[in-house]
């Protein structure tokens, strides 16, 4: 008895861990071209590379020849390759990918392979980042994202209705930042699934609330500049939603908000320049993302002295009166550009307006281990233990608990459509839509006569002439997805 007793409590612990225990995926990108994860998809396996998304759920792969990437997934090598036969369409800002819905064996890292469903991707459009070395997208997000629509299962969801995981929890650490002169040295970074690794940051972990499970939205109660807040009223940073999303490079706040930041940053660095950034500090170009400022290696430092902090607070989870605070140095939102030379280091500006409420992107979780904490519907952030090249760096920090006023004021909430306006507006558009048949069957009657007196009157446009419109604009319009510069 007591010999099983012994060899139960040996087995006890040790199963305990196995089950827990975090799988620690090493994560390959470059500077603005997103952070990938290497998957063995099909039957025999097939090695490709996929960016991380939290801002997104579905599973995509390229099953065709794009000259953006140097290899795709070739389903007729996969004996376990099923198509499932819906088409799936995503666009973003700029850019799109298409599809068809299928499923296939996948394996990532050791967690043993599983059933993933994935898309198949056959045409897309400035989607893929020539030199970037990734082949797909990993959504990471829930699952009533997910395109066509929710009954799609999210690779981390398969892995936990599995048992592959145990731990709802991921968590991850983009290391960007350990050398910011460069665009040519790879960045690297951890995945953790299936929980939290210790190796991975120091101090205590500071979480905020889950306040909405699509993508993984929180609250912001405050932004400083230089440790002045901005002075508006806290649900407009969440106008209308605040994201943790590592699919977007830059740190975007809605567009009032950001020509705050940029008014009080530009007021600081006028006034802390010296003559070699000065030129910077004045350019309209560089406080929109258009253009660079550059320096000699020997004045970076000048340069990120030269900017201020970014604080940014949030609500501790569950605590009604406290927040923490993330410091976003220079060295997080300047982020290194190709140079015109080999003798400078440039970098651009990497806040960016939004009309789509505020994305915490890789820009801000660069300086921290983050954690996606589902069972508990909560995010954290701790200091990263990313390792630092650059001798001018500055460390992001976590700060807190603060006290502050009800954090749940802070909430952005859609004023509801009472009843009367609705039907109001019902009967207006009934009548509005009335009146407009009512103008093309007049018109068409107009056109007829029209044609019976005279052909040459009669022109239609052709497929053809439709299809040869283009539309030219000035500025690049940077995507959500990691191809902000």
């Known amino acids: 008895m007591w010999l099983l007793l012994a060899v139960a409590a040996m087995l006890a612990p040790v199963l305990h861990v196995e089950a827990q225990t975090p799988i620690v995926s090493d994560l390959l990108g ?5 952070y990938s994860l290497a998957v063995s998809i099909g039957t025999p396996s097939q090695k490709l590379r996929v960016i991380i998304d939290t801002g997104s759920s579905n599973f995509a792969i390229a099953t065709a020849a794009n000259p953006d990437i140097t290899t795709y997934f070739n389903t007729s090598l996969s004996s376990s390759y099923h198509l499932r036969g819906k088409r799936v369409s995503v666009a973003y800002t700029e850019g799109y990918w298409k599809g068809t819905l299928a499923s296939d064996s996948c394996a990532i890292d050791t967690f043993p392979s599983f059933t993933a469903q994935l898309v198949a ?22 699952a009533s994202l997910a395109k066509p629509d929710s009954s ?12 592959a995981a145990s731990s709802n929890v991921f968590s991850m650490q983009l290391c960007g930042t350990v050398d910011k002169g460069r665009t040519d040295i790879a960045t690297g970074g951890k995945l953790v699934l299936n929980g939290i690794s210790s190796s991975l940051y120091q101090g205590p972990i500071h979480y905020t609330a889950i306040v909405k499970e699509d993508f993984y939205e929180v609250v912001i109660n405050r932004v400083q500049v230089d440790g002045v807040a901005l002075t508006t009223k806290c649900t407009d940073f969440n106008n209308p939603r605040t994201i943790v999303d590592s699919g977007t490079t830059g740190l975007r706040f809605p567009t009032a908000i950001f020509n705050q930041i940029v008014t009080s940053m530009r007021n600081y660095t006028l006034h802390h320049s010296p003559a070699v950034t000065k030129p910077c500090a004045s350019s309209d170009d560089f406080w929109s993302n258009k253009g660079a400022c550059c320096v000699s290696p020997s004045r970076s430092a000048d340069l990120f002295t030269t900017f201020p902090n970014l604080t940014i607070s949030l609500p501790v989870a569950g605590r009604t009166y406290n927040e923490f605070q993330l410091t976003i140095t220079p060295q997080l939102y300047l982020q290194a550009a190709p140079s015109p030379t080999s003798i400078n280091n440039c970098y651009k500006f990497f806040i960016l307006p939004s009309d789509s409420g505020t994305v915490l992107g890789a820009v801000v979780m660069e300086g921290y281990y983050v954690i996606f904490d589902r069972k508990d519907k909560r995010v954290g952030f701790a200091a990263s233990t990313c390792s630092v090249i650059a001798p001018e760096f500055y460390k992001p920090t976590v700060r807190g608990p603060y006290s502050r006023n009800n954090n749940a004021s802070c909430i952005y909430k859609t004023t509801p459509v009472s009843g009367t306006t609705r039907d109001i507006a019902i009967g207006v558009g009934v009548g509005v839509a009335v009146l407009v ?45 990691l191809l902000e510069s």
């Open 152 to 163: 799609v299962t999210p690779v981390y969801d398969a892995l936990v209705q599995s048992g």
């Open 30 to 34: 470059y500077p603005g071209k997103g």
């Open 437 to 481: 048949i009512m103008a093309i069957i007049a018109f068409a009657l107009l056109n007829r006569k029209a044609d019976d007196a005279d052909d040459s009157f009669n022109y239609r446009m052709s497929p053809d002439a439709e299809s040869d419109k283009s539309v030219t604009g000035g500025s690049y319009t940077p995507r959500r997805l």
């Open 121 to 142: 991707i056959d045409s897309s459009s400035d989607f893929f980042v020539k030199g970037a070395n990734w082949q797909g997208i990993l959504g990471l997000a829930y």
